[in-house]
């Protein structure tokens, strides 16, 4: 053969094979330009094709098949018909459909089998209520004796790993979907786990494709929409989001783009359509009748305005924003991300508000892996009971609750007991306080994502309504806290001391982490430090990045860690940390795909500054004694917290000889300096 001849596609010849198959194990596949079922088409059609314009997705072949779980599975299968044009795999081992600037690699997704079929199967996460999906790509080609060889690639694409897929396992016909065979199929695919190690590179990934939409969303929103105040665009996303996300189990289906039909008529404005699929899905999940009546309320006011739902060209402003909101968004939240999704939602909302730069301290975001470092310094366990007394858009608390449901994974083996765990632990174990109306939303819409630990998110004064009371269900009941995680509005009293006195002094044991501007430990807050020690100990003092909160505020912050029920002794020894170097390089390009790389080891020093304030020294490995000082405080001082290693200025032996060894070298050089311009002179 020469080198120009084209070698020939036998994708026909591969459908043959395989869609033969499938007749012979007569399943309804429905081909190419067949329909499914309404939901599933309209999902292929809206999301972004192989070629990286809206719609014309068609997988070759698909069905939908239920297994003995209840669960309807959705299986898309494409063909190609080159010998290596099975799949296309990333350095990790992932399915390789997007690029290093985590964009969509369509080069891959339209030249590989299985890469298309995954990004197919993203369609159907994206946009409809399936959250399930099993992806194959089959490929061949014809030996030299005119024999079809072929590949197949299994994948499982689901929410639970992030729409990333997973391989099954090897096949070499596709009878694992018959009847009789696809119980035994699906057992399978229930075993398929990610380690914890997966689960962290992947939602990282994740998290930064969200922060590229997010700015996309909201830059659309804020150039295009007019008349649509912070709070309404806060509340139209939650309001969007809750009615999409649905509740299969309890026939209540997420809302599609296509149920908002942009009318006028009374009581059936797109507003009208989406307040009713609100309260079905809260409805479904049994929140507090109270809780429910106040998220219907707050989120009537803005869906039900005439302007919102005024009907131009046929279509609603309701139904415009709701349409860019599940375009941009949808896969995130579908895809049951562990992260403080509404935070980051939060943060990019009210940076393209005018505020002050003081106002916007106020609302500024608790990066998710500082969350997470206050909750292991906090020394949270699948046993805590965690609240935090300015809530915020509940950040700190999703990372308590994942913090909380990974040890109980760890801990518990038995499948049935760590279900009836991890409900307990959103229903029980989180409180939180928020006082502003439209930021508890936020922290309500949170909760709820992750699964549900809503319950006890209250919106309510913590310093003058809150009595340590849970806030529904049990309201006679003290909230039995022994963790505090707080990142509290500086402009508050003490910068924000006054509403750790108050938790501390509401608790009877445990430990506390907060995040606040460092002039609360020397001498902003002073009355307040004072009081707290009379009930609480210092543990460490760490001294954070100056640029930890980039782009949003400047102020030198630093973590104060107590443990709660021991007043402090002036001999207690506390750990003064310089974390100044955390290991991080940041930076705040609106632009950028990535404004946080990991450059120093940062995922290890994190690690060290647990060890160090839980063990002590014995811990330094790549901090040094520069960085890490242990102490003492005054209990009537209140402004001594924040101290740094001090440095010994007394010259040692050493420097001395050093001194005098660098003073000879240099007498000496000078000597033969000397010598050789004498030696020149004499013409030597």
Known sequence: MSKNTKVQSIEPNIADLANGWLKSYK????????????????????????????????????????????????????????????????SEGNVANKTSKNQPDFNNINSYAVNGAVHYANAILHYTGYSDVIAIGMTGFKNTSGKIEYSIGVYYVSKNNFGIGQKVDDYTDLSFLKKENFNEFIEKVNLLKLSQEEIDKLKERREQEINASLVKLNNDIYQN???????????????????????????????????????????????DIMLRKIKAFLGAKKLPEDKKDMIVRT????LTTDNINRVENGESQLK???????????????????????????????????????????????PSYVATLLCRLARVNMDSYVWDFATGSAGLLVAAMNEMLVDAKNKIKSPEQLVLKSAEIKAKQLLGLEILSSVYMLAILNMIMMGDGSSNILNKDSLKDFDGNYGFGETKGKFPADAFVLNPPYSALGNGMIFVEKALSMMNKGYAAIIIQNSAGSGKAAEYNKKLLEHST?????????????GKSSVQTNIYVFRVGEAHQKDDIVKFIDFSNDGYTRTNRKKASVNLRDTDRAKERYQEVVDLVRFGKSKLNIFTEKEYYEGTIDPENGADWNQSAPIDTKPTLEDFKKTVSDYLAWEVSNVIKNQDSEDDRLGK
Do not use: C
């Open 27 to 90: 399943l309804d596949y429905k081909l190419e330009q067949e329909s499914l079922n309404t939901e599933i088409d309209q999902a292929l059609s809206d999301y972004l094709s192989k070629n990286g314009g809206k719609g014309g997705n068609r997988p070759d072949a698909k069905l939908l098949l239920k297994a003995n779980d209840g669960k309807y599975y959705t299986i898309l299968i494409e063909y190609k018909g080159y010998k290596d044009k099975l799949i296309k795999l990333d």
């Open 225 to 271: 929409e007019k008349g649509l105040g912070e709070n309404d665009r806060v509340y139209l996303v939650a309001a969007s989001i809750i009615a999409t996300l649905g509740d299969v189990e309890h026939n209540v289906y997420p809302l599609k783009k296509s149920d908002l039909i942009s009318s006028d008529e009374k009581d059936n404005t797109d507003g």
């Open 299 to 302: 989120l009537q006011n803005t």
């Open 320 to 366: 415009r924003v709701f349409t860019k909101i599940v375009d941009d968004l949808g896969i995130y939240y579908k895809i049951g991300l562990t992260t403080d999704f509404t935070g980051k939602l939060f943060n990019e909302m009210y940076s393209w508000l005018g505020f002050t730069q003081d106002k916007l301290n106020d609302v500024v975001l608790t």
């Open 538 to 550: 210092l543990l460490a003092s760490i001294k954070m990045p100056i640029d930890l909160f980039v």
